[in-house]
């Protein structure tokens, strides 16, 4: 995956948004890209959890935890699921845990900040609806490009 957000930027510069948060990178991987699968939840990772044990066909969950840094919406055991069932990645507003196991796996994972606390389960929250966070408005079938420059939005493919 070699791309660059500032160069996919400068050459689409009519389609793309740009995510306007200070995502900090926690996943093996560093760059990555793929159209979206939205969930909207709050300190209750019981749908990111859901949407995880599906096939990810190497789409990219994006989470709107509402920036909450409260509780972790993903933790090792889950980012190794999701790395099992073929998801690429994950941008998460919110938190999430677990950072040294995080590193080792071959999943790029984006989130606002670290908390050691899990979540609770109420099997809250909604998937698949457009989720709107850091200025942007993000729909599921979206096309997300992140890498160590931030976040990019485009409504279709560019790379």
């Known amino acids: ?19 306007e948060l200070q995502f ?23 749908l990111v959890r859901k949407v995880i044990a599906t096939p990810g066909q190497g789409r990219i969950i994006v989470v709107d935890g509402g920036g909450s840094l409260r509780r972790a919406l993903l933790g090792d ?15 998460i507003h ?19 900040g670290i908390v050691p606390l899990r979540t609770d389960k109420h099997g809250e929250g909604q998937s698949g609806i457009p989720v709107h966070f850091g200025g942007v408005n993000i729909n599921s079938g979206d096309w997300i490009y ?9 409504d279709h493919k560019l790379i």
């Open 24 to 46: 900090t990178s926690y996943g093996g991987l560093k760059r990555f890209y793929g159209p979206a699968v939205t969930v909207k939840c709050h300190e209750d990772n019981s």
């Open 146 to 154: 992140a890498d160590d420059n931030g976040v990019l939005l485009a």
């Open 77 to 91: 055991v889950q980012g190794a699921a999701a790395v099992a069932n073929g998801w690429r990645g994950l941008v």
């Open 1 to 19: 995956m070699d791309f660059c957000t500032p160069d996919i930027a400068d050459e689409h510069p009519e389609v793309v948004q740009a995510v």
């Open 94 to 112: 919110g938190a999430i845990r677990d950072v040294q196991a995080m590193a080792q796996l071959d999943l790029g994972v984006f989130a606002l």
